[in-house]
């Protein structure tokens, strides 16, 4: 059983490009949240998504940054027009939904690393 | 969700027990009680849960006081590869919530 798949490991992009990050959640998962860590900082919740659906994104930057997670494939993490202060690790996790005692327990994959020149 | 203090490092020999506390007074009756550690630069890990009873798993315990304001995260024997920022989440589990990282506590295991 995989756990969080996320690709890819490290990504380089120069200003003014767009970047896209894929997590695969846990086999059984429906939920899906993002968390970005920039260097040398704690973690920040980004977007929280359930099947088709957007739940909570109170964590995501107004412009530029978006995400879905569609009924068939990987949660994407768009960030377009990238700028040095995108620089950071980006993490997704994922979890089997509401209801039973450790529903809510995420499982993390191991980042994404987003290098903007 | 209830806001947690940690303290923000602690020490720990390799072998001995690291006691990791946790205030969390304005905890609600639906709360659990969640601890997460991230080892340099990978994603984090879930350790342990719980709401009022102590809980123990094969990677620690988790003892709550009566009143639940505090808890303690217990690594019985604790190794080098402990070494980690150690986070204490106040989470109201079940329907569509989040969990929110605090500052944690960098626990720095030694030889």
């Known amino acids: 059983n995989a756990g969080v798949m996320q690709n890819p490991r490290h990504l380089v992009r120069r200003r003014g490009q767009e970047a896209r990050l894929r997590c695969s959640p846990m086999?059984?998962?429906?939920?899906v949240y993002w968390y970005r860590q920039l260097p040398e900082e704690g973690l920040k919740f980004m977007v929280y998504l359930q099947k088709e659906n957007i739940i909570d994104e109170s964590g995501m930057p107004k412009e530029r940054f978006s995400a879905e997670f569609p009924k068939e494939g990987p949660s994407i993490l768009r960030i377009q027009q990238v700028v040095r202060g995108d620089s950071a690790a980006y993490f997704c996790a994922s979890s089997p939904g509401t209801g039973a005692y450790g529903a809510n327990v995420l499982t993390f994959g191991a980042g994404s690393r987003l290098t903007v020149l | 969700d209830a806001k947690t203090t940690q303290p923000p490092s602690m020490d720990c020999a390799e072998g001995r027990a690291a006691n990791l506390p946790c205030n969390h007074s304005?905890?609600?009756?639906?709360?659990?009680v969640y601890w997460y550690r991230q080892i340099h630069s990978q994603g984090p890990q879930y350790i342990i849960h719980?709401?009022?009873n102590n809980e123990t798993n094969e990677m620690a315990s988790l003892i709550i006081t009566e009143d639940r304001k505090s808890s303690t995260l217990i690594l019985p024997h604790a190794t080098l590869r402990d070494t980690a920022v150690y986070y204490c989440?106040?989470?109201?589990?079940?329907?569509?919530?989040?969990?929110?990282f605090g500052a944690g506590t960098r626990l720095a295991v030694h030889p």
């Open positions: 719980g709401l009022k």
């Open positions: 304005t905890i609600s009756g639906n709360e659990y």
């Open positions: 086999k059984g998962h429906s939920h």
């Open positions: 989440i106040a989470y109201i589990s079940g329907g569509y919530n989040k969990l929110i």
